[in-house]
Protein backbone atom coordinates (compact mmCIF):
# COMPACT_ATOMS: atom_id res chain seq x y z
CA UNK A 1 0.00 0.00 0.00
CA UNK A 2 1.89 2.63 -1.38
CA UNK A 3 1.79 5.86 1.48
CA UNK A 4 1.00 3.38 4.40
CA UNK A 5 3.58 1.70 7.05
CA UNK A 6 2.73 -1.47 6.09
CA UNK A 7 2.40 -2.45 9.89
CA UNK A 8 -0.55 0.31 10.49
CA UNK A 9 -1.89 1.24 6.96
CA UNK A 10 -4.37 -1.74 7.63
CA UNK A 11 -5.30 -0.38 10.70
CA UNK A 12 -6.00 3.10 9.67
CA UNK A 13 -7.80 1.95 6.40
CA UNK A 14 -9.87 0.32 9.38
CA UNK A 15 -10.69 3.33 11.14
CA UNK A 16 -10.80 5.44 7.98
CA UNK A 17 -13.84 3.23 6.45
CA UNK A 18 -15.78 2.77 10.34
CA UNK A 19 -15.37 6.76 10.70
CA UNK A 20 -16.46 7.83 7.46
CA UNK A 21 -19.28 4.92 7.32
CA UNK A 22 -20.47 6.67 10.94
CA UNK A 23 -20.42 10.26 9.80
CA UNK A 24 -22.32 9.65 6.63
CA UNK A 25 -25.39 8.64 9.04
CA UNK A 26 -24.55 11.59 11.38
CA UNK A 27 -25.37 13.68 8.37
CA UNK A 28 -28.44 11.84 6.98
CA UNK A 29 -29.95 11.95 10.66
CA UNK A 30 -29.20 15.67 11.03
CA UNK A 31 -30.79 16.75 8.13
CA UNK A 32 -34.24 17.46 9.52
CA UNK A 33 -32.79 19.48 12.16
CA UNK A 34 -31.49 21.80 9.65
CA UNK A 35 -34.60 21.86 7.40
CA UNK A 36 -37.10 20.70 9.70
CA UNK A 37 -37.82 24.03 11.40
CA UNK A 38 -38.87 25.74 7.47
CA UNK A 39 -39.93 22.51 5.89
CA UNK A 40 -41.67 20.35 8.90
CA UNK A 41 -40.58 16.58 9.93
CA UNK A 42 -43.49 15.17 7.22
CA UNK A 43 -42.83 12.20 5.21
CA UNK A 44 -41.79 14.25 2.61
CA UNK A 45 -38.97 15.77 4.25
CA UNK A 46 -37.79 12.22 5.45
CA UNK A 47 -38.29 10.80 2.12
CA UNK A 48 -35.84 14.15 0.38
CA UNK A 49 -32.93 13.64 3.10
CA UNK A 50 -32.94 9.49 2.14
CA UNK A 51 -33.10 10.23 -1.29
CA UNK A 52 -30.37 12.30 -0.86
CA UNK A 53 -28.13 10.31 0.93
CA UNK A 54 -28.66 7.49 -1.58
CA UNK A 55 -28.02 9.17 -4.53
CA UNK A 56 -25.05 11.26 -3.05
CA UNK A 57 -23.78 7.59 -1.93
CA UNK A 58 -24.26 6.18 -5.11
CA UNK A 59 -22.33 8.71 -7.40
CA UNK A 60 -20.04 8.64 -5.11
CA UNK A 61 -19.70 5.11 -5.12
CA UNK A 62 -18.82 5.08 -9.08
CA UNK A 63 -16.95 8.00 -9.19
CA UNK A 64 -14.89 7.10 -6.24
CA UNK A 65 -14.36 3.48 -7.94
CA UNK A 66 -13.20 5.34 -11.57
CA UNK A 67 -11.01 7.20 -9.78
CA UNK A 68 -9.07 4.85 -7.37
CA UNK A 69 -8.52 2.99 -10.68
CA UNK A 70 -6.50 6.34 -12.21
CA UNK A 71 -5.34 7.57 -8.78
CA UNK A 72 -4.84 5.06 -6.53
CA UNK A 73 -2.37 7.20 -3.85
CA UNK A 74 -3.42 7.49 -0.66
CA UNK A 75 -2.78 10.91 -1.10
CA UNK A 76 -6.13 11.18 -3.17
CA UNK A 77 -8.13 9.17 -0.41
CA UNK A 78 -7.26 11.60 2.22
CA UNK A 79 -7.55 14.60 -0.12
CA UNK A 80 -10.88 13.53 -0.30
CA UNK A 81 -12.16 13.26 3.15
CA UNK A 82 -10.06 16.65 3.92
CA UNK A 83 -12.32 18.42 1.52
CA UNK A 84 -15.74 16.38 2.75
CA UNK A 85 -14.51 17.74 6.24
CA UNK A 86 -14.27 21.34 4.95
CA UNK A 87 -17.89 21.05 3.08
CA UNK A 88 -19.62 19.67 6.06
CA UNK A 89 -18.01 22.87 8.44
CA UNK A 90 -19.23 24.78 5.70
CA UNK A 91 -22.98 23.62 6.23
CA UNK A 92 -23.90 25.98 9.21
CA UNK A 93 -22.33 28.74 7.46
CA UNK A 94 -24.79 27.96 3.89
CA UNK A 95 -27.86 26.65 5.52
CA UNK A 96 -29.39 30.14 5.91
CA UNK A 97 -29.15 31.53 2.04
CA UNK A 98 -29.70 27.83 0.84
CA UNK A 99 -32.78 27.36 2.96
CA UNK A 100 -34.24 30.76 1.86
CA UNK A 101 -33.12 29.28 -1.86
CA UNK A 102 -35.45 26.69 -1.28
CA UNK A 103 -38.45 28.16 0.19
CA UNK A 104 -40.49 28.96 -2.61
CA UNK A 105 -39.96 25.13 -4.21
CA UNK A 106 -42.47 24.43 -1.86
CA UNK A 107 -42.67 21.27 0.51
CA UNK A 108 -41.51 18.56 -2.05
CA UNK A 109 -39.18 20.19 -3.82
CA UNK A 110 -38.14 22.62 -1.15
CA UNK A 111 -37.25 20.00 1.18
CA UNK A 112 -35.30 17.81 -1.84
CA UNK A 113 -33.24 20.96 -2.99
CA UNK A 114 -31.85 22.22 -0.11
CA UNK A 115 -30.97 18.77 1.13
CA UNK A 116 -29.46 18.18 -1.78
CA UNK A 117 -27.06 21.76 -1.90
CA UNK A 118 -26.20 21.43 1.90
CA UNK A 119 -25.76 17.14 2.19
CA UNK A 120 -25.03 16.12 -1.57
CA UNK A 121 -21.97 17.48 -2.01
CA UNK A 122 -20.27 16.23 1.73
CA UNK A 123 -22.06 12.49 1.31
CA UNK A 124 -21.02 11.83 -2.48
CA UNK A 125 -17.59 12.70 -1.44
CA UNK A 126 -18.09 10.26 1.76
CA UNK A 127 -19.40 7.75 -1.01
CA UNK A 128 -15.96 7.89 -2.68
CA UNK A 129 -14.05 6.70 0.54
CA UNK A 130 -15.32 2.93 0.31
CA UNK A 131 -13.86 1.92 -2.98
CA UNK A 132 -10.50 3.96 -2.36
CA UNK A 133 -10.22 1.93 0.60
CA UNK A 134 -11.02 -1.67 -1.22
CA UNK A 135 -8.54 -0.39 -4.18
CA UNK A 136 -5.75 0.74 -1.47
CA UNK A 137 -6.58 -2.85 0.50
CA UNK A 138 -6.61 -5.77 -2.16
CA UNK A 139 -3.39 -6.13 -2.88
CA UNK A 140 -4.02 -9.16 -4.42
CA UNK A 141 -6.81 -10.02 -7.09
CA UNK A 142 -7.37 -13.81 -5.38
CA UNK A 143 -8.60 -11.81 -2.13
CA UNK A 144 -10.99 -9.50 -3.68
CA UNK A 145 -13.93 -10.59 -2.39
CA UNK A 146 -12.63 -10.94 1.08
CA UNK A 147 -11.52 -7.40 1.09
CA UNK A 148 -14.91 -5.77 -0.57
CA UNK A 149 -16.63 -7.86 2.33
CA UNK A 150 -14.41 -7.03 5.08
CA UNK A 151 -14.30 -3.45 4.30
CA UNK A 152 -18.18 -2.93 3.38
CA UNK A 153 -19.29 -4.53 6.66
CA UNK A 154 -16.52 -2.25 8.76
CA UNK A 155 -18.30 0.86 7.23
CA UNK A 156 -21.43 -0.34 7.55
CA UNK A 157 -20.62 -1.16 11.41
CA UNK A 158 -19.82 2.40 11.48
CA UNK A 159 -22.83 3.86 10.03
CA UNK A 160 -24.67 1.88 12.82
CA UNK A 161 -22.51 3.14 15.54
CA UNK A 162 -23.25 6.80 14.05
CA UNK A 163 -27.12 6.67 13.95
CA UNK A 164 -26.80 5.62 17.61
CA UNK A 165 -24.25 8.18 18.70
CA UNK A 166 -26.28 11.00 17.24
CA UNK A 167 -29.93 9.76 17.81
CA UNK A 168 -29.18 8.55 21.68
CA UNK A 169 -26.15 10.91 22.38
CA UNK A 170 -25.04 13.84 20.18
CA UNK A 171 -28.28 15.57 19.95
CA UNK A 172 -29.14 15.50 23.12
CA UNK A 173 -25.80 17.17 24.72
CA UNK A 174 -24.68 19.05 21.47
CA UNK A 175 -26.20 21.75 19.35
CA UNK A 176 -26.84 20.99 15.75
CA UNK A 177 -24.41 23.32 14.33
CA UNK A 178 -21.64 21.85 17.32
CA UNK A 179 -22.17 18.64 16.05
CA UNK A 180 -21.69 19.71 12.28
CA UNK A 181 -18.57 21.08 13.50
CA UNK A 182 -17.59 18.47 15.38
CA UNK A 183 -18.47 15.57 12.32
CA UNK A 184 -16.04 17.85 9.61
CA UNK A 185 -13.02 18.62 12.74
CA UNK A 186 -12.98 14.78 12.57
CA UNK A 187 -12.92 14.28 8.82
CA UNK A 188 -9.92 17.36 8.14
CA UNK A 189 -8.22 15.95 11.62
CA UNK A 190 -8.18 11.78 9.77
CA UNK A 191 -7.23 13.49 7.04
CA UNK A 192 -4.08 15.37 8.64
CA UNK A 193 -3.16 12.11 10.68
CA UNK A 194 -2.95 10.47 7.37
CA UNK A 195 -0.40 13.48 6.47
CA UNK A 196 1.53 13.98 9.40
CA UNK A 197 2.72 10.40 10.06
CA UNK A 198 2.44 8.10 7.04
CA UNK A 199 3.22 10.76 4.74
CA UNK A 200 5.21 13.40 6.96
CA UNK A 201 4.25 16.54 4.68
CA UNK A 202 3.95 19.01 6.94
CA UNK A 203 2.56 21.67 4.47
CA UNK A 204 -0.16 19.90 3.77
CA UNK A 205 -1.30 19.45 7.74
CA UNK A 206 -0.65 22.84 8.48
CA UNK A 207 -3.20 24.03 5.41
CA UNK A 208 -5.41 21.52 6.16
CA UNK A 209 -6.18 22.79 9.57
CA UNK A 210 -6.63 26.62 8.14
CA UNK A 211 -10.37 25.53 7.91
CA UNK A 212 -11.05 25.09 11.63
CA UNK A 213 -10.34 28.92 12.58
CA UNK A 214 -13.16 29.58 10.67
CA UNK A 215 -15.34 27.67 12.49
CA UNK A 216 -18.85 29.15 12.80
CA UNK A 217 -20.59 30.23 16.05
CA UNK A 218 -23.68 29.72 17.43
CA UNK A 219 -25.13 33.91 17.52
CA UNK A 220 -27.99 35.03 19.90
CA UNK A 221 -30.76 35.76 18.11
CA UNK A 222 -32.10 39.59 18.90
CA UNK A 223 -33.45 42.16 16.66
CA UNK A 224 -36.16 45.01 15.99
CA UNK A 225 -38.50 44.49 13.48
CA UNK A 226 -40.14 46.95 10.89
CA UNK A 227 -43.18 47.74 13.28
CA UNK A 228 -40.42 48.16 16.28
CA UNK A 229 -41.53 45.03 18.25
CA UNK A 230 -38.53 43.75 19.77
CA UNK A 231 -38.01 39.64 19.18
CA UNK A 232 -35.65 37.79 21.07
CA UNK A 233 -34.73 33.75 21.12
CA UNK A 234 -34.27 33.06 24.54
CA UNK A 235 -33.73 29.66 24.19
CA UNK A 236 -32.61 27.42 21.50
CA UNK A 237 -32.42 23.66 22.67
CA UNK A 238 -32.42 20.39 20.21
CA UNK A 239 -33.96 17.39 21.76
CA UNK A 240 -34.45 13.09 20.52
CA UNK A 241 -37.44 14.50 19.35
CA UNK A 242 -37.12 18.19 17.30
CA UNK A 243 -35.62 21.64 17.67
CA UNK A 244 -37.17 23.79 20.83
CA UNK A 245 -37.43 27.59 20.66
CA UNK A 246 -38.27 29.88 23.72
CA UNK A 247 -39.07 33.17 21.63
CA UNK A 248 -39.79 36.88 23.64
CA UNK A 249 -41.82 39.43 21.35
CA UNK A 250 -41.62 42.77 23.40
CA UNK A 251 -43.65 46.18 21.94
CA UNK A 252 -44.02 48.74 24.67
CA UNK A 253 -45.69 47.45 27.67
CA UNK A 254 -46.75 44.67 25.65
CA UNK A 255 -44.47 41.05 26.88
CA UNK A 256 -45.44 37.89 24.78
CA UNK A 257 -43.66 34.32 24.62
CA UNK A 258 -44.45 31.62 22.92
CA UNK A 259 -43.22 28.00 22.34
CA UNK A 260 -41.83 27.02 18.65
CA UNK A 261 -41.04 22.83 18.05
CA UNK A 262 -39.86 22.42 14.43
CA UNK A 263 -40.80 25.93 13.35
CA UNK A 264 -44.76 25.14 14.63
CA UNK A 265 -46.21 27.09 17.74
CA UNK A 266 -47.04 24.94 20.56
CA UNK A 267 -48.07 27.91 22.90
CA UNK A 268 -48.23 31.41 23.51
CA UNK A 269 -48.48 33.51 26.68
CA UNK A 270 -48.71 37.62 27.74
CA UNK A 271 -45.45 37.01 30.42
CA UNK A 272 -46.90 39.99 32.35
CA UNK A 273 -50.40 37.72 33.11
CA UNK A 274 -49.42 34.50 32.40
CA UNK A 275 -52.60 33.86 30.46
CA UNK A 276 -52.66 32.35 26.83
CA UNK A 277 -52.49 34.55 23.62
CA UNK A 278 -54.46 31.89 21.38
CA UNK A 279 -57.73 31.25 21.17
CA UNK A 280 -57.10 27.50 21.13
CA UNK A 281 -55.98 26.94 24.66
CA UNK A 282 -59.25 27.96 25.95
CA UNK A 283 -61.63 26.16 23.66
CA UNK A 284 -59.47 22.85 25.07
CA UNK A 285 -60.01 23.98 28.68
CA UNK A 286 -63.38 25.41 28.51
CA UNK A 287 -64.88 22.63 26.12
CA UNK A 288 -64.28 19.52 27.83
CA UNK A 289 -64.99 21.18 31.24
CA UNK A 290 -68.94 22.78 29.99
CA UNK A 291 -69.68 19.25 28.64
CA UNK A 292 -68.59 17.62 32.43
CA UNK A 293 -68.66 20.06 35.07
CA UNK A 294 -68.24 17.78 37.77
CA UNK A 295 -65.14 15.87 36.16
CA UNK A 296 -62.51 15.19 38.84
CA UNK A 297 -59.22 13.55 36.54
CA UNK A 298 -57.77 15.20 33.57
CA UNK A 299 -55.62 13.53 31.30
CA UNK A 300 -53.46 16.10 29.03
CA UNK A 301 -51.38 13.97 25.98
CA UNK A 302 -48.92 16.90 24.67
CA UNK A 303 -47.68 19.55 27.27
CA UNK A 304 -46.54 22.13 24.50
CA UNK A 305 -46.13 25.75 27.22
CA UNK A 306 -48.22 23.60 29.73
CA UNK A 307 -51.48 26.04 29.93
CA UNK A 308 -54.21 23.68 29.34
CA UNK A 309 -52.80 20.85 32.28
CA UNK A 310 -51.93 24.40 34.34
CA UNK A 311 -55.96 25.34 34.25
CA UNK A 312 -57.65 21.89 35.12
CA UNK A 313 -55.27 21.75 38.15
CA UNK A 314 -56.40 25.89 38.72
CA UNK A 315 -59.98 24.16 38.77
CA UNK A 316 -59.47 21.51 41.75
CA UNK A 317 -59.10 18.68 39.10
CA UNK A 318 -56.49 16.02 38.88
CA UNK A 319 -54.21 16.58 36.85
CA UNK A 320 -51.64 14.40 34.74
CA UNK A 321 -49.77 15.23 31.78
CA UNK A 322 -48.25 12.59 28.94
CA UNK A 323 -45.45 13.78 26.86
CA UNK A 324 -42.63 12.08 25.00
CA UNK A 325 -39.73 14.74 25.28
CA UNK A 326 -38.60 15.61 28.54
CA UNK A 327 -36.91 18.95 26.89
CA UNK A 328 -40.46 20.27 26.40
CA UNK A 329 -41.05 19.62 30.29
CA UNK A 330 -37.69 21.66 31.11
CA UNK A 331 -38.92 24.30 29.27
CA UNK A 332 -42.63 24.35 30.16
CA UNK A 333 -41.36 24.49 33.80
CA UNK A 334 -38.43 27.20 33.26
CA UNK A 335 -40.25 29.94 31.08
CA UNK A 336 -43.70 29.22 31.08
CA UNK A 337 -44.09 28.77 34.71
CA UNK A 338 -45.98 25.11 34.61
CA UNK A 339 -46.75 23.77 38.01
CA UNK A 340 -43.73 21.65 38.85
CA UNK A 341 -46.34 20.09 41.22
CA UNK A 342 -48.37 18.11 38.28
CA UNK A 343 -47.41 14.95 37.24
CA UNK A 344 -45.72 14.30 33.76
CA UNK A 345 -45.52 11.03 32.25
CA UNK A 346 -42.42 11.24 29.69
CA UNK A 347 -43.50 8.35 27.41
CA UNK A 348 -44.83 7.62 24.32
CA UNK A 349 -48.81 8.22 24.58
CA UNK A 350 -49.68 4.76 22.92
CA UNK A 351 -47.85 3.27 25.45
CA UNK A 352 -48.94 4.96 28.11
CA UNK A 353 -52.51 4.47 27.59
CA UNK A 354 -51.38 0.72 26.97
CA UNK A 355 -49.88 -0.21 30.54
CA UNK A 356 -52.45 2.79 32.60
CA UNK A 357 -55.31 1.42 33.49
CA UNK A 358 -56.91 4.59 35.13
CA UNK A 359 -59.84 5.78 34.17
CA UNK A 360 -60.07 9.99 33.14
CA UNK A 361 -63.21 12.12 33.10
CA UNK A 362 -61.46 14.58 30.37
CA UNK A 363 -58.73 13.56 27.78
CA UNK A 364 -56.99 16.24 26.15
CA UNK A 365 -54.75 14.81 22.74
CA UNK A 366 -53.27 17.65 21.99
CA UNK A 367 -50.24 16.59 19.98
CA UNK A 368 -48.18 17.89 17.29
CA UNK A 369 -45.14 16.03 15.40
CA UNK A 370 -44.05 18.56 12.92
CA UNK A 371 -47.24 19.92 11.31
CA UNK A 372 -49.32 16.94 12.21
CA UNK A 373 -50.44 14.93 14.45
CA UNK A 374 -48.81 11.71 14.94
CA UNK A 375 -51.34 8.77 12.56
CA UNK A 376 -50.51 6.36 15.37
CA UNK A 377 -52.86 8.49 17.78
CA UNK A 378 -55.75 9.25 15.22
CA UNK A 379 -56.52 5.65 14.05
CA UNK A 380 -59.01 3.68 14.87
CA UNK A 381 -57.18 1.38 17.68
CA UNK A 382 -55.82 4.53 18.98
CA UNK A 383 -59.96 5.84 19.59
CA UNK A 384 -60.89 2.32 21.06
CA UNK A 385 -57.68 2.55 23.64
CA UNK A 386 -58.93 6.48 24.20
CA UNK A 387 -62.37 5.15 25.22
CA UNK A 388 -61.39 2.55 27.79
CA UNK A 389 -59.22 5.42 29.25
CA UNK A 390 -62.47 7.29 29.78
CA UNK A 391 -65.32 7.25 32.86
CA UNK A 392 -69.12 6.64 31.23
CA UNK A 393 -69.10 10.37 31.13
CA UNK A 394 -65.58 10.98 29.91
CA UNK A 395 -64.99 13.81 27.52
CA UNK A 396 -61.81 13.47 24.31
CA UNK A 397 -60.85 16.73 22.84
CA UNK A 398 -58.53 16.69 20.06
CA UNK A 399 -56.63 19.92 18.85
CA UNK A 400 -56.19 19.09 14.82
CA UNK A 401 -54.89 21.55 11.63
CA UNK A 402 -57.55 20.64 9.58
CA UNK A 403 -60.07 22.11 6.96
CA UNK A 404 -63.43 22.48 6.53
CA UNK A 405 -64.01 24.50 3.11
CA UNK A 406 -61.70 22.84 0.54
CA UNK A 407 -59.86 19.47 0.29
CA UNK A 408 -61.49 18.29 3.22
CA UNK A 409 -60.80 14.64 3.30
CA UNK A 410 -58.41 14.50 5.60
CA UNK A 411 -60.69 16.14 8.20
CA UNK A 412 -63.24 14.15 7.58
CA UNK A 413 -61.50 11.09 7.72
CA UNK A 414 -60.78 11.79 11.51
CA UNK A 415 -64.31 12.33 11.93
CA UNK A 416 -65.56 9.60 10.61
CA UNK A 417 -62.21 7.53 12.59
CA UNK A 418 -63.58 8.92 15.87
CA UNK A 419 -67.73 8.17 14.75
CA UNK A 420 -66.44 4.31 15.46
CA UNK A 421 -65.73 4.84 19.28
CA UNK A 422 -68.11 7.88 20.24
CA UNK A 423 -71.49 8.26 20.01
CA UNK A 424 -71.22 12.15 19.57
CA UNK A 425 -69.05 14.41 18.21
CA UNK A 426 -68.80 17.90 17.41
CA UNK A 427 -66.25 20.09 15.33
CA UNK A 428 -65.10 24.09 17.03
CA UNK A 429 -63.24 25.72 14.77
CA UNK A 430 -61.00 28.43 16.28
CA UNK A 431 -61.64 30.43 13.40
CA UNK A 432 -64.12 31.98 11.56
CA UNK A 433 -65.26 29.32 8.80
CA UNK A 434 -67.05 32.16 6.70
CA UNK A 435 -63.73 33.93 6.74
CA UNK A 436 -60.44 33.01 4.39
CA UNK A 437 -59.96 29.53 2.97
CA UNK A 438 -61.24 27.55 6.18
CA UNK A 439 -58.04 25.97 7.68
CA UNK A 440 -56.60 26.83 11.17
CA UNK A 441 -56.89 24.64 14.25
CA UNK A 442 -60.32 23.20 15.47
CA UNK A 443 -60.99 21.49 18.65
CA UNK A 444 -63.54 18.07 18.05
CA UNK A 445 -65.43 17.24 21.20
CA UNK A 446 -66.17 13.42 21.30
CA UNK A 447 -68.01 11.31 24.50
CA UNK A 448 -70.58 8.91 24.72
CA UNK A 449 -74.45 8.97 25.18
CA UNK A 450 -76.64 10.97 24.10
CA UNK A 451 -75.92 14.96 23.30
CA UNK A 452 -75.67 16.64 25.89
CA UNK A 453 -75.74 20.94 26.51
CA UNK A 454 -72.69 22.34 27.59
CA UNK A 455 -72.94 24.04 30.37
CA UNK A 456 -71.17 27.30 29.67
CA UNK A 457 -72.45 29.14 33.26
CA UNK A 458 -69.86 27.28 35.12
CA UNK A 459 -67.22 29.06 32.91
CA UNK A 460 -68.74 32.50 32.66
CA UNK A 461 -66.57 34.49 34.96
CA UNK A 462 -63.12 32.48 33.81
CA UNK A 463 -60.05 34.82 33.06
CA UNK A 464 -59.62 34.89 29.44
CA UNK A 465 -56.87 37.18 27.93
CA UNK A 466 -57.96 40.35 26.35
CA UNK A 467 -56.75 39.83 22.47
CA UNK A 468 -58.72 36.32 22.79
CA UNK A 469 -61.43 37.23 24.66
CA UNK A 470 -64.46 37.86 22.16
CA UNK A 471 -63.18 35.15 19.75
CA UNK A 472 -63.43 32.70 22.40
CA UNK A 473 -66.78 33.69 23.49
CA UNK A 474 -68.38 33.35 19.95
CA UNK A 475 -66.11 30.45 19.24
CA UNK A 476 -67.80 28.82 22.23
CA UNK A 477 -71.51 29.51 21.26
CA UNK A 478 -71.70 27.42 18.29
CA UNK A 479 -70.30 24.20 17.01
CA UNK A 480 -69.61 24.01 12.88
CA UNK A 481 -72.10 21.77 10.92
CA UNK A 482 -69.84 19.50 8.99
CA UNK A 483 -71.12 17.77 6.34
CA UNK A 484 -69.62 14.30 6.47
CA UNK A 485 -67.77 13.14 3.39
CA UNK A 486 -68.83 10.03 1.47
CA UNK A 487 -65.45 9.53 0.50
CA UNK A 488 -63.68 9.80 3.80
CA UNK A 489 -60.95 7.32 4.74
CA UNK A 490 -61.24 5.15 8.25
CA UNK A 491 -57.82 5.58 9.32
CA UNK A 492 -56.44 2.89 11.31
CA UNK A 493 -52.79 1.46 12.15
CA UNK A 494 -52.67 -0.21 8.99
CA UNK A 495 -53.66 2.48 6.50
CA UNK A 496 -53.02 6.25 7.61
CA UNK A 497 -52.09 8.45 4.92
CA UNK A 498 -52.47 11.83 6.68
CA UNK A 499 -48.93 13.15 5.81
CA UNK A 500 -49.81 12.50 1.73
CA UNK A 501 -53.42 13.80 1.19
CA UNK A 502 -52.66 16.74 3.73
CA UNK A 503 -49.31 18.20 2.02
CA UNK A 504 -51.17 21.01 0.48
CA UNK A 505 -52.46 21.77 4.06
CA UNK A 506 -48.82 21.23 5.43
CA UNK A 507 -47.70 23.32 2.89
CA UNK A 508 -50.06 26.25 4.02
CA UNK A 509 -49.08 26.44 7.85
CA UNK A 510 -45.50 26.49 7.00
CA UNK A 511 -45.84 29.28 4.48
CA UNK A 512 -48.10 31.58 7.44
CA UNK A 513 -45.22 30.38 9.89
CA UNK A 514 -42.47 31.93 7.46
CA UNK A 515 -44.60 34.47 6.61
CA UNK A 516 -45.17 35.85 10.47
CA UNK A 517 -41.80 34.29 11.96
CA UNK A 518 -38.75 35.88 11.57
CA UNK A 519 -36.38 33.90 8.92
CA UNK A 520 -33.81 34.37 12.38
CA UNK A 521 -35.71 33.15 15.02
CA UNK A 522 -36.43 29.71 12.96
CA UNK A 523 -32.92 29.36 11.92
CA UNK A 524 -31.01 27.19 14.53
Not at 58 to 74: C, F, M, N, V
Not at 303 to 327: C, F, H, M, S
Not at 359 to 367: P, T
Amino acid sequence: MDGFDRRYGTAFLIATATLCGALVMVLEVLGSRVIGPFFGVSLFVWTSLITVTMVALAAGYAIGGRLSDRKSSPDWLYGIILLSGILVILIPVLKSPVLQMGLPLGLRWGSLVSAFVLFGPSLFLLGCVSPYVVKIAAREMHNIGRTVGSFYAISTVGSVIGTLLTGFVLIAYLGVNQIFVLTGSLLIALSVIYFLVFRRKWAVAVAAILPLLFLPHDAHVSKVMADGTHVERVADRDSFYGNMKVVDYSFESTHNREMVIDGMVQGGIDVNTGQSVYEYAYLLQFLPYAFNPDGKDCLVIGLGAGLVPGWYKQQGVNTEVVDIDPTVVDLAHDYFNFDRSIPVHVEDARYFLINNAKRYDYLVLDVFNGDTTPGHLLSTEAMQLIKQRLNPNGVLAVNLIGSLKQNTLMTASVIKTLKTAFAQVAIYPTFDPAQGDGTGNMEIIAYDGAVRTPQFDRIQNMQIHPVAQQMVNQLLEHPYAFTPQADALLLTDNYNPIDFYDLWLKEQVRRIILETTDFDILLS
